[in-house]
């Protein structure tokens, strides 16, 4: 018996691993995040999968459903949404499982960032403009270590990925026009990839205002990414050489 986190990546089930919808169609039990994961992908599982919304479950009861499966050893994928290394509380499911010695896999997915880099058809990483990524979250339930301020990330210019943020652009925009300008692009998608996804473009001066005109407040991602077209990286640079390519004449 084994239990499988899998990433269900943002939504569309075409951005599946394979290995993420070839546990999906074997499964006999799913215990799923029925708030973030798309219809979609639920309906992969076969009619006679144990399905398990974790929305309305608490840690311990998790803990319960895949001891039950243990009990008849049954496969169990918990199933999350993206990435499950951002943002799944896998780390804290994995700890109540050790003690009873259960075997565990992790199975990475798309995270929703590069979902909506995606949509957005942003390079994230723009070579001198920004060769950092940041993801982060405001504070919520969950409280912010002190030192990952969103003011201590500005400082860097990095590019700014903001999971969980959506009801709070306003604040956030404002606090990030002291470092990166007013004109600095930032963007908002809501539910990148499934078939409702809303993109939302515009500057920090102007965009929690569209935001909110879009009606978005929740599972949406907010982007932010300093103005310009940059250098251009060395990679395909015809003067530079490198192992797989010899400089042009
Ligand atoms: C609990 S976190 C999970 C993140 C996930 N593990 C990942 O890698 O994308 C949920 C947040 O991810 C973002 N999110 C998840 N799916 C999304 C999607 N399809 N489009 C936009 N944002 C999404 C939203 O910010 C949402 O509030």
Request: with cysteine.
């Amino acid at each position: 018996m084994k239990v499988f986190f899998v990433g269900a990546g943002p939504g569309d089930p075409d951005l599946l691993t394979r290995k993420a919808e070839r546990l999906l169609r074997e499964c006999p039990v799913c215990i799923y995040a029925g708030s973030l994961i798309s219809p979609a992908i639920v309906q992969l599982l076969r009619p006679e999968a144990e399905k398990h919304d974790s929305a309305k479950l608490s840690l311990p009861q998790v803990i319960d459903l895949i001891l039950g499966a243990r009990s008849r050893d049954l496969d169990v994928v918990r199933l999350h949404t993206g990435d499950p290394s951002i943002y799944s509380a896998i780390g804290e499911q994995i700890a109540e499982l050790e003690p009873y010695g259960i075997d565990y896999e992790v199975v990475p997915g798309v995270s929703a960032f590069q979902a909506a880099a995606a949509a957005l058809g942003w390079e994230l990483t723009v070579p001198e403009v920004a060769q950092s990524i940041v993801l982060t979250r405001i504070p919520g339930r969950t409280p912010m270590p002190a030192a990952e301020s969103l003011r201590r990330f500005a400082e860097t210019g990095a590019t700014l990925c903001l999971f969980l943020s959506a009801h709070a652009i306003e604040a956030h925009a404002r606090t990030l026009i002291g470092y990166y300008g007013q004109d600095c692009p930032a963007a908002v998608v809501y539910h990148a990839s499934w078939r409702d996804e809303l993109i939302v473009r515009g500057t920090l001066a102007d965009i929690a205002e569209k935001a909110r005109g879009a009606g978005i407040t929740k599972t949406a991602l907010f982007l932010v990414r300093r103005e310009g077209h940059g250098g251009r990286s060395r990679l395909y640079d015809p003067g530079f050489e490198h192992g797989y390519r010899k400089r042009e004449a």
